[in-house]
Each structure stands twice: as C-alpha cells, then as structure tokens.
C-alpha cells in the first residue's frame, strides 16, 4: 500500500516481519526434544492481554471457571496492564467461583514474561481481532500451547499450529 502511493521509493521499501523477543526463543529453543520446562508452581492458563474489554478475557474467565472444577490446582494467570475493566473481569471471577485461583500480573520483564509463557499448560487467546497476533507468536516461540479464538490474523500467524475455537 505505501509503495502503491509513492511509486518513486518502490525499490527502497522493505517489509521487516513482526519479531519476537529473544527471551521467547531462549526458553522454547532451551528445552530438550522440545520439552517444555515443568511449572515452578500450580498449573496455570495464562492469558497475556491488557485489561480492556476488546481483549474479551472474560472468555477466559469463563472457560477457566469450567476447567477449574475438574482440576483444583490449575490456576488462571492474567498478564498485561491493569485497567479499571480489571475490577469487571474480577467481579465475573467471585460470580463464578473462582476469584482465588486467578492471578493478576503487570509491568514483567522479557524473561519472566517469556518464563511464564513457557511454564503454562495452554495460553488463551480471546480477542475477536487484532491488527497481528504477537501473543500467540509469542507463546509459540517459548514453546507452549495455543488456545485462539478463530480470526483473520491469529489464523495468520499460528497456521495449525494452536487449536482454533469460536470467538463465542
């Protein structure tokens, strides 16, 4: 599109596709025979989201919530910046039961964010868009499974490499 609106820098453009950290790489490509690395802790989903409403964490709160009855252990790990829809989501997980087993991170580094995709049973991916979808990149590259929902750029990015579900 740039290149159709100035012609004159056609052979000057050049497309760089979106990256990830090398924290990701270090811990996916560090297991051995693709093994990922147990978890320090309780099992856990990790959703990796800021708290906004188009991010639709709600789903997976509530899918959460169904997987959390047959296993009392597992536990749910939101990451991203914290906004006031963080108090709505909070309120869904006392609705359903599950408030104490969610866990709500900020602000972490490249590694330890690359250590937690690396450490989580699945990681959710619940938006209905998005302009690219890094965090499953992401997951992938630290070695962890992919939950998506199905859109245009998840389906791009992870190929049938995650297990695509309904947005709904």
């Known amino acids: 599109a740039f290149v159709a ?3 004159q820098l056609a052979g000057r453009v050049t497309i760089v596709p979106h990256g990830v950290s090398p924290a990701c790489l270090a811990v996916g490509g ?3 025979d693709g093994l990922r690395p147990p978890s320090p802790s309780s099992p856990y989903l990790l959703a990796v989201a800021t708290k906004r409403p188009h991010k639709r964490l709600e789903v997976a709160i509530a899918a959460f ?4 009855a047959a296993d009392p252990v597992l536990r749910l790990v939101l990451v991203g910046a914290r906004t006031p829809h ?3 989501l909070m309120a869904l997980a006392r609705r359903l039961g599950v408030a ?3 866990d709500d991170e900020a602000g ?6 690359a250590a937690r995709y690396a450490g989580a049973e699945a990681v959710l991916v619940c938006s209905q868009a998005e302009g690219f979808g890094m965090v499953p990149l992401e997951a992938m590259a630290a070695g962890a499974p992919v939950v998506a929902t199905r859109h245009a750029a998840t389906v791009e990015v992870v190929g049938d490499a995650a297990a695509l579900v309904s947005p709904d």
């Open 30 to 32: 560090g297991a051995p």
């Open 65 to 68: 919530a169904r997987l959390a």
């Open 5 to 7: 609106r100035f012609p």
């Open 86 to 88: 963080l108090t709505v």
């Open 108 to 113: 972490l580094s490249d590694e330890a964010l």
């Open 100 to 102: 104490h087993r969610v």
